[in-house]
């Protein structure tokens, strides 16, 4: 028993539930072992939360209260059966809010599950089922204990909700005094103030009126609803009581209570079709208050543009007069000066000029002025107070819209739970229940171990996005200090590719006087051969060179003036592959001393082994040359490639 109570609770018998929630007045089925007074007094007894649903019926009109008599449930020509009585009751009865009834707030949940076994420490199931606990003491189960409030506070809730509806009421009297009505197209200056706020009164009086139509609709609505459940829960009480000698009798229950949801079918549709029919009768009040409220909009206008048409003449009629009475006043001036004969003339004038206006009837009319315009600014502001509440009218019809959209997929849910229940009904009567016991206990708790694993795999799965969220960051940070890093660098490579061409035009200006070194040197290395052959040859003859002397002296002097300009060459490169300034007496090839350099040539002339070794020592020079020329070009080569 104890799983099939939890497999049913869970499973089978759980309806679904509606993020919309509707107050409603509690009705409960009369059972076989309790009356309906009984259940009557356990639902009177739960306090409304909020009292603006009492203060809204305590505002309508004696009309609609006829037209909700009207508006009752009609009790169709069936059987009665044993249920019958306590359905009666229900329809029969004024559920409309009042100051002594209770109501359920719209916040509170509007129906329970159906019965969900709750195992205690002891070992002992409770079995809920909303609002009220059904019970057997055959199988164990035990009622849900209601906390009743206690009779002080109860006394103080209904005389503070029978002040508030007796000050509604007063005030409801005191808005619906006659009044006759004003034109809409009338003079301009006489529209007021107290006018508008009445008519706006009247008109949220209606809608509040409307609102309540509509709140006792949901009432029947979930009244409905409560007497489906009961149905369902009586239903799941006679599978528990299959083993019972009661079989007979809870097989004609369960056809009465059949009989009973066709009877509450046909009032749910009957319910519907009403609430849409007024749904329109709203919708066709609220276009004509928008074309009331446009009228009134044009009528203001118009009577606006006239207080200023009126103000501008006004106001050229007073600079009119004002300057005719300067005009005048320089008339007196004159007549006073020409002639005290012309006396008896400037008294008509001066009575002429009291009939005038006097400054005094000009500060009359600029404040009369002053006040028009303080009445067309207080005239703007009313306009501005109804459209805010034309905006707030239209925000309450859309969400009574969205209420009754809401409530029309609640009711196709429920026909949907009622058939899927029939359904489970009729597969119960077929299969074995054992057997159904065992297979849904497994899967429930086949179920569980899955929620439970879900569960673990969501927490592990935030903590993964966590952990990522928190890498993305630092990674977002790194990537913006490296977008920061290679923008700096892009910069640092502009300047090297500019340094780095410049420094090619510099190589590619040193290869080509290195080129033209090597030529130079290897003419200067043939004439030193040519010359050394030449002087073997002299010596092997051994004969005597005096005329040749001369022509060899001149050959050494051109072959050190060779020399010294190659090895200022050599500085010259040096220097300038070091980073050096040049030095620009060797650039211009300026000689400080050509004298001496004449005496050191032809000193040097007689001795042939110092040529010899200032030729070798050239010849060393311009070696380190050129290992330096190529060892700077690779370091270059090397330094471009790492830019590129």
Known sequence: MQDFCNASGNLAFQPIRRQVTIPTAHVMPSTLGTPSSNTNECFGSVLPKDSA????????????????????????????????????????????????????????????????????????????????ALYQNSHGWKPEQYSLQPGAEISAWRHRQDSENMRLRMEQLQLARPCPPTPVYGLG??????????????????????????????????????????????????????????????????????????????????????????????????NAGEAESRSLREAMKEAAQKHTEELRKQEERVKGRDRHINSLKKKCQKETEQNKEKQQRIETLERYLADLPTVQDHQKQTQELKGLQEKSSLLQEQVSELEKSLTEIRNLNREKETQLATEKRRGQELMSTIGSLKEEIECFKQTDVGEKEKRLTQESEELRQEVLSLQKEQECLRKVMESQKKKIEQMSSKVKVLEEQVAQEEGTGDALKVEVQRKETALQQLRAAVKELAVQNQDLMEQNVTLQERLR??????????????????LYSELNLCLKDLRSICTLLSQRMEGRDPNLSLLLGIHSAPHVEDEDGASDSLSLDKH?????????????????????????????????
């Open 53 to 132: 649903l009492h203060a809204y019926s305590s505002v309508a009109p004696p009309e609609h209260n006829i037209a909700d008599d009207t508006r009752k449930f009609e009790t169709p020509n069936i059987e009665p059966t044993l249920n019958q009585s306590g359905l009666l009751n229900a329809f029969c009865t004024d559920h409309r809010p009042s100051a002594s009834t209770g109501i359920v707030h719209a916040d509170t949940e509007p129906y329970g599950a159906l019965p969900e076994i709750r195992s205690t420490g002891k070992g002992e199931f409770t079995c809920k089922t909303g609002q009220y």
């Open 189 to 286: 200056l006489q529209t007021d103030p107290g006018q508008w706020e009445r008519i706006l009164k009247t008109r949220e009086g209606v809608f509040l009126e409307k609102e309540v139509l509509l709140e006792r609709q949901r009432q029947h609505i979930f009244q409905l609803e409560q007497k489906l459940r009961g149905n369902e829960v009586q239903a799941h009480s006679t599978l528990l009581s299959q083993t019972s000698p009661y079989n007979d009798m809870y097989i004609i229950k369960m056809q009465e209570l059949q009989r009973e949801v066709t009877f509450l079918r046909a009032q749910f549709a009957e319910k519907f079709d009403s609430s849409s029919t007024e749904k329109a009768e709203l919708e066709k009040k609220l």
């Open 612 to 644: 010899l070794d200032a030729v070798r020592r050239l010849k060393r020079e311009i070696e380190d040359l050129r290992t330096t020329i190529s060892d700077r070009y690779a370091q270059d080569m090397g330094d471009n490639c790492i830019t590129q």
């Open 537 to 554: 040859q002299t010596r092997g003859a051994a004969q005597p060179a005096e005329l040749e002397a001369g022509t060899i002296i001149t």
